[in-house]
């Protein structure tokens, strides 16, 4: 029976590169993926994208790619990777760039595209976003992305036609992972039992670390060795969908039954039906098992035929984020803090600063959980954080300027201040019918 | 005693939708937990942060349970003005529920 293994490269975008080149190198690997697309991460690269039409992938893909193409070489391991972000087709040169440099010869880079929708947007006018009901009509002088979570099709065919690299923009994160499993097993994409339980393997790799124990220590109750060591997950599987999760040996962390069932719930909501573009995936039946030290069998994933829709990310501006802190100590100083926000909120009330939402936090008191503040006496810190959400920049600095004012016009003793502001991009949802996108994939060749 | 004594979790979010997962360390718990904490119960614990409905899906076979809170982020991670705007930390909020 035939049987590959897949390695896990990244988790998030900026996650770190040695766990991933400790995999290629001693993990006996087949595939690496590189899984480095949050839901607002697209939205931002396309950003950079219009500013400049030969940007817009991730900003840590020379970084990468000049330390795995050699890998890539000489431990036969295939990469793929949805580090294309809003640009698919210029990661691509640059990766061929990289390996021409590197004088590698025989390889051959897939670009798959067809997710980036924007251009058609005003096709959706009338869709409204899944989240808030706004119409995309209103919100349309605002929109900055467009891109269709698509599947694992595009991937298996660049795959099937010989890419040693495959570069996509918004796949969905299992989809990375089950496009592979299409390739060597020939699986059909109608078969919905296979495509659930690819898809549930991919749901377990996807954010690299945070099934192999990082995310999940809790000394005393839930202890894990050499966190800070913590080594990315291998998957290993066959062709009826056998499955296991493992970690090098010399690697820190562990895999355990614990730590695959906390990341098999992560970020879902209904566990029968995980929706993605392959499948509706039922992960409701699954079942654990600890084969020996850091490897866990998972079996019971299912699925359902797909939807024939595609969630599709709208990014849109939607003003600017102000924050700014500062810290009080000793008695009185959850006192100083409140006289703090006070000074704070009547100042901006005078200037009749224009702010949608704002909100003060007592960190270390009520900051996570809008807990009632503590014993005042046994405080022995806080720090007051305020946050507001505003429309034009103007009002933003306002608010962090009058925590700056802080020093000098505040209460006693405040110090450490620290002011930022922000775009806020938001991101909303619509569902597009699939015949909809059309994916193309674009080779190229280091020959 | 709290819930920490006998379960782990972890929290996940998708725009304005928080899920918290609930996992017993031991079999024999399942049947407390799922009698102790319904989907009432744990909204009562965050209604501080959590305006809408909580739905509670049950895993036997997992020993686990996983909560989807409905308006709970704040707006969502993007535009949320809370400090932890994901509201990763919200499974230690769970934990800590005296049963």
């Not at chain 1, 040169?93 to 021409?100: F, H, N, T």
């Not at chain 1, 036609?161 to 089950?178: C, E, M, Y």
Request: with cysteine.
């Amino acid at each position: 029976m035939k049987t590959i293994r897949i390695g896990s490269g990244a988790g998030y975008s900026d996650d770190r590169l040695e766990p991933a080149l400790e995999i290629m190198e001693k993990g006996n690997v087949d595939y690496i993926v590189f899984e480095c697309l949050a839901e607002r991460t697209i939205a931002i690269a396309q950003q950079r994208k219009m500013k400049n039409p030969d940007e817009g992938y991730d900003k840590l893909l020379a970084y990468r790619m000049e330390q795995v193409l050699p890998l890539c070489s000489s431990e036969k391991v295939k990469v793929v990777t949805n580090m294309g972000a809003a640009n698919p087709v210029a990661a691509a040169k640059l990766v061929k760039e990289i390996a021409e440099a590197q004088n590698m010869s025989g390889l051959k880079i897939a670009a798959v595209v067809g997710d980036d929708v924007f251009s058609e947007i005003d096709y959706y006018s009338d869709a409204s976003l899944l989240e808030n009901g706004r119409k995309i009509n209103e919100i349309k002088s605002s929109i900055v992305s467009a891109n269709a979570y698509i599947g694992a099709a595009g991937i298996a065919e660049a795959l099937d036609n010989g890419a040693d690299i495959v570069i996509t923009g918004r796949a969905s994160d299992p989809s990375l992972f089950l496009g592979p499993l299409i390739h060597e097993f020939g699986w059909s994409m109608d078969d919905a039992h296979l495509m659930g339980i690819g898809t549930m393997a991919g749901h377990l790799m996807e954010c690299g670390a945070q099934v192999t124990g990082g995310y999940f220590a809790d000394p005393g109750y839930k202890d894990v060795p050499e966190l800070w060591n913590v080594g990315f997950p291998i998957l290993e599987i066959d062709e009826e969908g056998e499955l296991l999760i493992s970690k090098l040996k010399t690697a820190g962390g562990m895999v355990s039954d614990s730590t695959v069932k906390e990341q098999l719930l992560y970020e879902i909501h209904d566990p029968a039906n995980y929706l993605t573009p392959d499948v509706i995936a039922d992960f409701s039946q699954a079942e654990v098992y600890q084969v020996e030290k850091s490897v866990v069998k998972v079996s019971g994933g299912s699925g359902k035929a797909k939807s024939g829709y595609l969630k599709t990310s709208i990014g849109y501006k939607e003003g600017y984020l102000a924050e700014g802190e500062i810290s009080y100590g000793g008695a009185g100083s959850i006192e100083r803090a409140e006289l703090a926000r006070e000074i704070i909120s009547k100042r901006l009330e005078l200037a009749n600063v224009q702010i949608d939402e704002i909100r003060y936090d007592f960190i270390g008191q009520n900051s996570l959980y809008k807990d009632e503040l503590a014993d005042r006496s046994s405080a022995k810190e806080v720090r007051l954080r305020v946050a507001a959400r505003a429309v034009e920049p103007e009002d933003a600095k306002a608010v962090t300027r009058e925590v700056e004012a802080l020093y000098t016009n505040g209460p006693a003793g405040g110090g450490g201040i620290r002011t930022s502001i922000k775009d806020i991009v938001s991101i909303g949802s619509i569902l597009i019918p699939e015949s909809q996108v059309s994916i193309k994939v674009f080779y190229s060749e280091v020959l | 005693m709290k819930l920490r004594e006998i379960a782990h979790s972890r929290t996940g979010d998708k725009g304005n939708i928080s899920n918290i997962s609930l996992i017993v360390y031991q079999q024999e718990d399942y049947a407390l937990v799922e009698e102790k904490v319904t989907a009432d119960i744990v909204k009562e614990w965050f209604s501080e942060t959590v305006h809408g409905d909580v739905i509670r899906y049950d895993l036997p076979k997992l020993g686990a349970f996983n909560f989807v809170m409905n308006d709970a982020l704040g707006g969502g991670v993007t535009k949320s003005l809370a400090q932890d705007m994901h509201g990763k930390s919200l499974s230690s909020k769970l934990l800590d529920l005296e049963i």
